[in-house]
């Protein structure tokens, strides 16, 4: 792609220019650390076209056309001056009734789809009524025990409009089966029913901690879904394959893109062998990914995971249709990144975290309230941040150009880097059987938990900063701001909603609904069409869960030193 001796006259200008930059070193006080990402990979202070002749950059091949395989500079041809990014706020607290206004708030303030937020009993597969709920009833997010409840969350939101998010994973299957009996009483065709159920059970085992049943028949159950979706729900995202919770729990970029793919090759494996066909199922695979504060770093993992995906799915799988090839990925900024030390510099590092997003080309974007760290966001904080999309989209102008790092030396060679380290990792767990076996092993749990202990003591020794936390702090004088109380009466009026709504149901329904799913888990079909006439005769999300448990048991997790 360059000319040699163009490229020999570079290296002889640059030579020159760095002894004048080491005259200019001596001046200044010997620095301790390299300069690094905040994953730890060395930075050269310029690059030049050599940096791309040495790894053998081929403009076709390795970076090509906005839309156009690889997908380097984006799945759409003119990316966002076709249609922006989806800004989707991440809600749910306290009630369904509670929670719905929020939903009704952000839609009129310009939200284009929602996202979910269950509460820790939900997530876990409990009712509010159940002796483990006591005490988290709709604190962490909107308690949903019922379908009676997911009707209340959903009143007067027209489904068939409306994209939604819902962040479940080990009981995945009961809540989307309620959301499709929801979408169903409102009169909405299936193919009109569109969204994304998170419903990634690999990462719970590696980071997120919050899961159900043993992992085999876990990940049957995620399986299950894809296959009924694939048949009936066309439009529907049936995995959010999530990165976000593997960065979360301390992972560098590299181990979160590695970790997010391979999750997503167990996922296309276990398809596969049901005797699925590639091109079916894998248009409706999703991604989910975090963008932390490392500005072009965050920007290289988004391409660099593009390229990855498109590769395996086409080489590895032999897949025909391009749309198989695309990752489409929703992302959201750094939840670990906040600080509870002066708040008010959140709304800032949100700021960073999001423009990285866009230009890394995501297709829908979660910006984090600035009070996170303290509580579920406030009315006002949560404007703020989808205030912050709306700024990005409307005046910055980042979204007049498809992929403006297109063909920088520096983002070329650091996606490059990226994508090589993330290979070597995918490489490895293919070795090991794949990610199932992997994380049977604890790899990837070890792998993180070594990498988030290094950079707490980079913290700790001050060769990383963060702002008000390890330097410029405040002491007692730190930023108060007002939070979101969560009114404790919520648990006895949802224990309470819960008990009419079992008087008044028929018992002989559910009990014969549950005896079928019993059954047909012990026999191993598909559960999604069982679940589906469960909820719709009103068993609960713990009925629900507890006949899998007595079939599957329950996941203990093992540990790793």
Request: a negative charge; aromatic letters at 8%.
């Amino acid at each position: 792609m360059f000319d040699a001796s163009k490229l020999n006259q570079i290296k002889k200008t640059q030579e020159k220019w760095e002894k004048k930059v080491a005259e200019a070193e001596q001046k200044k006080p010997p620095r301790d650390v390299p300069y690094t990402t905040l994953s730890d990979h060395v930075l050269p202070l310029i690059s030049t076209p050599k940096d791309l002749d040495d790894i053998g950059f081929d403009y076709l091949k390795d970076l090509n056309f906005p839309g156009e395989f690889p997908y380097t500079r984006g799945v759409h041809h003119n990316m966002y001056r076709g249609k922006l990014w989806t800004m989707r706020m991440f809600a749910g607290f306290s009630s369904p009734a509670e929670t719905n206004k929020r939903f009704k708030l952000l839609l009129e303030q310009g939200q284009t789809g929602l996202s979910t937020a269950f509460d820790m009993p939900t997530l876990m597969g409990y009712d509010a009524d159940s002796d483990k709920a006591k005490g988290e009833v709709g604190k962490c997010g909107v308690a949903v025990s019922s379908l009676e409840d997911m009707e209340e969350l959903y009143s007067g939101i027209p489904l068939g409009e409306v994209t939604t998010s819902m962040t479940i994973n080990g009981p995945a299957i009961a809540i989307m089966a309620m959301y499709f009996a929801v979408a169903e009483k409102q009169g909405v065709p299936k193919e009109n029913v569109r969204g994304t159920l998170q419903n990634d059970i690999l990462k719970e085992y590696i980071a997120q901690k919050e899961w159900l049943f043993p992992i085999r028949p876990a990940v049957s159950l995620v399986t299950d879904t894809i296959e009924y979706c694939t048949e009936h729900y066309k439009n529907w995202n049936t995995v959010s394959v999530s990165g976000y919770h593997i960065r979360e729990a301390g992972a560098t970029a590299v181990q979160e893109l590695a970790f997010t793919i391979a999750d997503g090759l167990a996922y296309v494996d276990e398809c596969i062998e049901r005797g699925m066909d590639i091109d079916t199922f894998a248009p409706r695979l999703s991604f989910f990914f975090d963008v932390h504060n490392d500005f072009f770093e965050e920007i290289a993992k988004l391409r660099a995971a593009r390229r990855i995906w498109a590769h395996l799915i086409k080489d590895r799988y032999q897949a025909k249709n391009s749309k198989s090839w695309m990752l489409r990925t929703h992302a959201q900024t750094a939840g670990v990144s906040l600080t509870a030390q002066q708040p008010m510099n959140n709304v800032v590092r949100v700021a960073i975290q999001a423009l990285a997003g866009v230009l890394g080309g995501v297709n829908s974007l979660h910006t984090n309230s600035m009070d996170e760290t303290l509580s579920l966001p406030t009315d006002e904080a949560v404007l703020t941040a989808l205030r912050t999309q709306q700024v990005i989209a409307e005046e910055s102008g980042v979204t007049n150009v498809a992929d403006p790092f297109g063909g920088s030396y520096f983002m070329e060679r650091l996606t490059h880097e990226v994508e090589v380290a993330a290979m070597d990792y995918i490489k490895k767990i293919d070795e090991m059987g794949g990610m199932v076996s992997a994380v049977e092993n604890g790899f990837p749990q070890s792998e993180i938990a070594n990498s988030a202990y290094h950079f707490q003591k980079q913290v700790e020794k001050n060769e990383k900063t963060i702002v008000g936390v390890n330097k410029y702090q405040e002491g007692q004088s730190d930023q108060k701001i007002d939070t979101l109380y969560i009114d404790r009466t919520i648990e006895q009026r949802q224990v309470e909603r819960l008990r009419a709504l079992k008087l008044k149901r028929s018992k002989k329904d559910v009990e014969q609904n549950l005896n079928t799913l019993e059954e047909c888990a012990k026999a191993g079909k598909n559960l999604v069409p069982p679940v589906l006439e469960a909820v719709k005769s009103y068993a609960t999300l713990q009925e629900v869960c507890d006949t899998l448990r007595g079939v599957f048991g329950v996941y203990k997790d093992t540990g790793s030193y």
